[in-house]
């Protein structure tokens, strides 16, 4: 079964270095999405990104991130000079359409800020 | 988003059916039905959706009532691995972000 894969599964970083968080969604998927989950906290949307560019973005999504699709394959999440708070699970998740379809998410990756 | 209301947590016993309420006394016309859960240390994982009629999949069914103000989820013979988080969520028909709220934590007793 195709599936949405992530990597890294966890990552590490110093407070003020920039990450970049990776996503391969699923092939034939035109609508990507980025979201987190602060530890014990619920899901929330990041963004969502079609046909290159950005289609919805929520008011956590601020100047610190961005998103590219910088090939046919990968999309990304980059966070420049990450916060404590930004620690947290990031799942990259795909759809075929946008709407009301179905959305599969990744494993995600663990994002620790120190 | 139209709000969504769910119980906190919810026990069953393995091979019973669970019937998982949800409140939306707020939805619009045009606001599908989605349900997600999210198994432990995993990714949100699609259940089902709906509009107006119930609808079944291999997962689950969804029974949406006659005035879409509320509807359950029917997990006709849970499992262990059924054990999970699940979430009602309303979207509108040309949205893309789904909105998360506490879900009901469902416990599945062998």
């Known amino acids: 079964e195709p599936e949405v894969t992530q990597t890294p599964s966890h990552q590490v970083t110093q407070m003020g270095q920039e990450v970049i968080l990776r996503c391969v969604p699923i092939?034939?998927?035109?609508?990507f999405y980025w979201y987190r989950q602060i530890l014990g906290q619920k899901v929330e949307f990041l963004v969502s990104?079609?046909?290159?560019?950005?289609?919805?973005k929520s008011e956590i999504f601020d100047d610190q991130f961005s998103v590219e699709r910088p090939d046919g394959s990968n999309f990304t999440l980059k966070i420049r000079s990450t916060k404590l708070e930004d620690s947290a699970m990031y799942f990259c998740?795909?759809?075929?359409?946008?709407?009301?379809?179905?959305?599969?998410f990744g494993q995600g990756t663990r994002l620790t800020v120190v | 988003d139209a709000k969504t209301t769910q119980p906190n947590s919810m026990e069953s016993n393995e091979e019973e059916p669970v019937h998982l309420p949800c409140n939306h006394s707020?939805?619009?016309?045009?606001?599908?039905i989605h349900w997600y859960r999210q198994l432990p240390s995993q990714g949100p994982e699609y259940v089902i959706h709906?509009?107006?009629s119930n609808v079944n999949n291999r997962m689950a069914s969804l029974a949406i009532a006659e005035d879409r103000k509320s509807s359950t989820l029917i997990l006709h013979r849970a499992t262990l691995r059924d054990a999970a988080v699940y979430y009602c969520?309303?979207?509108?028909?040309?949205?893309?972000?789904?909105?998360f709220g506490e879900g009901t934590q469902l416990t599945v007793n062998p």
């Open positions: 998740a795909s759809s075929e359409w946008g709407g009301n379809t179905e959305a599969f």
């Open positions: 092939s034939n998927h035109l609508y």
């Open positions: 990104f079609y046909n290159n560019e950005i289609s919805e």
């Open positions: 707020t939805i619009s016309g045009t606001d599908y």
């Open positions: 709906g509009l107006t």
């Open positions: 969520i309303l979207m509108e028909t040309s949205g893309s972000r789904l909105t």
